[in-house]
T-cell receptor, first 115, second 114 residues
Framework: AQKVTQAQTEISVVEKEDVTLDCVYETRDTTYYLFWYKQPPSGELVFLIR??????QNEISGRYSWNFQKSTSSFNFTITASQVVDSAVYFC????????????FGSGTRLLVRP | DARVTQTPRHKVTEMGQEVTMRCQPILGHNTVFWYRQTMMQGLELLAY????????DSGMPKDRFSAEMPDATLATLKIQPSEPRDSAVYFC????????????FGQGTRLTVV
């Protein structure tokens, strides 16, 4: 069975601090995808990134960076120099490459960035 | 920008009434998902379709929920009869399996059953 764990329920930081959101996943499959989605207060789910299981290179996109480590089954997300607009709930998700490609979500981490 | 469109955005209904939620997936996407989000359960997969055929609806209460794709541009999720415990945000997402595999989500339908 597949599972995604986001142990941090809520994180509060002051603007300009760096913050890391943790994600640990479980799967027996060797081919899978990992995702991060952002859910701002408006409610929509915004796609941030997809990584496949064969690509462990870290990725940076502006203030966002992702650290994928298969050895620890983790796919952590770091926001550098956080801003108030980063306040949202962030979801990590796993998709196994079988017939479904369905997304299995973690419970989410609520990030509050205070001015 | 191509996007998934869901209607209505908000729905308040009385217990026992039928509710139909609609979703227009992104043109060209071959997979459609329905998710439900609640505080207690988080994001749960209710059903999904591939090339309009239902692949799995094991996440849905079968006695009251039904999902269909009458054509490639429309997916529907129906609840009959609705109950207060169905109150949630229902998301539709579409994706292209075999190509980009991220699912793009609609803005959701916030359902309140009173």
């Amino acid at each position: 069975a597949q599972k995604v764990t986001q142990a941090q329920t809520e994180i509060s930081v002051v603007e300009k601090e760096d913050v890391t959101l943790d994600c640990v996943y479980e799967t027996r499959d060797t081919t899978y995808y990992l995702f991060w989605y952002k859910q701002p207060p408006s409610g929509e789910l915004v796609f941030l990134i997809r990584r496949n299981s064969f690509d462990e290179q870290n990725e940076i996109s502006g203030r966002y960076s992702w650290n994928f480590q298969k050895s620890t089954s983790s796919f952590n997300f770091t926001i550098t120099a956080s801003q108030v607009v980063d306040s949202a709930v962030y979801f990590c998700a796993l998709s196994v490459v079988d017939s479904s490609y369905k997304l299995i979500f973690g419970s989410g981490t609520r990030l509050l960035v205070r001015p | 920008d191509a996007r998934v469109t869901q209607t209505p955005r908000h729905k308040v209904t009385e217990m026992g009434q039928e509710v139909t939620m609609r979703c227009q997936p992104i043109l060209g996407h071959n997979t459609v998902f329905w998710y439900r989000q609640t505080m207690m359960q988080g994001l749960e997969l209710l059903a999904y379709f591939r090339n309009r055929a239902p692949l799995d609806d094991s996440g849905m209460p079968k006695d009251r929920f039904s999902a269909e794709m009458p054509d490639a541009t429309l997916a529907t999720l129906k609840i009959q009869p609705s109950e207060p415990r169905d109150s949630a945000v229902y998301f539709c997402a579409s994706g292209l399996v075999g190509g980009d595999t991220e699912a793009f989500f609609g803005q959701g339908t916030r359902l309140t059953v009173v």
